[in-house]
């Protein structure tokens, strides 16, 4: 199964995300773990996906410093929309503002999600046990 196209072009990389599928698109979310929160979970990745109910925390653009809980996460433009970061509309009304999943990087997980949670598990090294004693 191929993940990302193998060529360099510009115009075909823009052609595969344009046209990627739901489950490559996936991949486009992830962002990077806090290095705390890694060591804590015992985490050896380095990025995983963005799901709604994590804590994020943006390190570039407009919203850089601020963080927030996710509220959705949308897979066809790969954006984050996170709590407190809105703008005003013309009439008023306050909306969410998209913020790409490579700006961000995740401070606190939902773990929720026994899937996601049993992924991590599997991620994580096994401690070695120790030898049964023999009699």
Same mark, same amino acid.
């Given at each position: 199964?191929? @993940?990302?196209?193998?060529? +360099?072009?510009?115009?075909? %990389?823009?052609? @595969?995300?344009?046209?990627?599928?739901?489950? =490559?698109?996936? #991949? @486009?979310?992830?962002?990077?773990?806090?290095?705390?929160? &890694?060591?804590? =979970?015992?985490?050896?990745?380095?990025?995983?996906?963005?799901? #709604?109910?994590?804590?994020?925390?943006?390190?570039? +653009?407009?919203?850089?410093?601020?963080? +927030?809980?996710?509220?959705?996460?949308?897979?066809?433009?790969?954006?984050? @929309?996170?709590?407190?970061?809105?703008?005003?509309?013309? #009439?008023?009304?306050?909306? =969410?503002?998209?913020?790409?999943?490579?700006?961000?990087?995740?401070?606190?997980?939902?773990?929720?999600?026994?899937?996601?949670? &049993? #992924?991590?598990?599997?991620?994580?090294? %096994? &401690?070695?046990?120790?030898?049964?004693? %023999? %009699?």
């Amino acid at each position: 199964m191929m @993940f990302m196209i193998e060529s +360099g072009k510009p115009r075909k %990389q823009r052609l @595969f995300r344009y046209t990627a599928a739901n489950h =490559l698109r996936q #991949k @486009f979310v992830h962002a990077h773990i806090a290095k705390e929160l &890694a060591s804590k =979970l015992g985490v050896k990745k380095r990025s995983i996906s963005v799901r #709604k109910g994590d804590t994020v925390r943006v390190m570039a +653009g407009a919203s850089r410093g601020k963080s +927030g809980k996710v509220t959705a996460v949308d897979l066809r433009s790969a954006a984050v @929309f996170i709590e407190g970061i809105t703008r005003k509309n013309a #009439k008023g009304k306050e909306s =969410l503002v998209p913020v790409s999943a490579s700006n961000v990087y995740i401070t606190d997980m939902d773990m929720s999600d026994k899937l996601r949670a &049993a #992924k991590l598990q599997v991620a994580r090294p %096994q &401690a070695a046990k120790p030898a049964a004693k %023999q %009699q």
